[in-house]
């Protein structure tokens, strides 16, 4: 059983690389699943890349709402793959909290990203949870 980080940095490569090929899904699934050894997959990783792209266009929807100074098909290939992936898991996976959820971006922001590209990244998510917030009260 993978780690929950384990899961969501497989999630969020995956997702990467589906912005560069004009593959469905399964095709990057099982591309992936002959890389077992750098890529784990498992039912929670395609899970969560298929639900990130069902839901692509309220989650571009709402990244756009809070990036003032980029539109969505100009941020960059990562911060968009994250972004998309953070803000699904807060709003559609009950097991992820909204903190978990922007730290665990900023993680993987830290990780592919260039420097600007962890404050662009933290800052749009801090702006989606804050508003959240003022829904759930």
Same mark, same amino acid.
């Given at each position: 059983?993978?780690? !929950? !980080?384990?899961?969501?940095q497989a999630?969020?490569l995956?997702? =990467?690389?589906? /912005? &560069? /090929?004009?593959e #469905?899904?399964? %095709?990057i699934?099982?591309?992936a699943?002959?890389? #077992?050894?750098f890529?784990?997959?498992? @039912?929670?990783?395609?899970?969560l890349v298929r639900?990130? =792209? @069902?839901k692509?266009?309220? /989650?571009?929807?709402?990244?756009?709402k809070?990036s003032? *100074?980029?539109?969505?098909? !100009? +941020?960059?290939k990562?911060?968009l793959? $994250?972004?998309r /992936?953070?803000i699904?898991?807060?709003l559609y996976d009950?097991?992820?909290?909204m %903190? $978990?959820? +922007?730290?665990?971006?900023v993680?993987?922001t830290? *990780?592919?990203?260039l @420097?600007?590209? +962890?404050?662009f $990244?933290?800052? $749009?998510?801090?702006s &989606?949870? *804050? #508003?959240? *917030?003022?829904?759930?009260?």
């Amino acid at each position: 059983m993978a780690a !929950r !980080r384990e899961i969501r940095q497989a999630a969020f490569l995956l997702s =990467f690389e589906k /912005l &560069f /090929l004009d593959e #469905d899904l399964e %095709n990057i699934f099982e591309s992936a699943e002959a890389l #077992d050894e750098f890529i784990p997959m498992n @039912d929670e990783v395609k899970g969560l890349v298929r639900g990130v =792209f @069902d839901k692509q266009e309220e /989650l571009d929807g709402i990244i756009a709402k809070y990036s003032d *100074k980029r539109a969505v098909n !100009r +941020i960059p290939k990562v911060d968009l793959a $994250v972004l998309r /992936l953070a803000i699904y898991e807060a709003l559609y996976d009950e097991k992820v909290p909204m %903190n $978990v959820a +922007i730290s665990e971006a900023v993680y993987l922001t830290e *990780k592919y990203a260039l @420097d600007p590209d +962890i404050s662009f $990244v933290n800052g $749009v998510l801090g702006s &989606f949870s *804050k #508003d959240n *917030k003022k829904e759930e009260n």
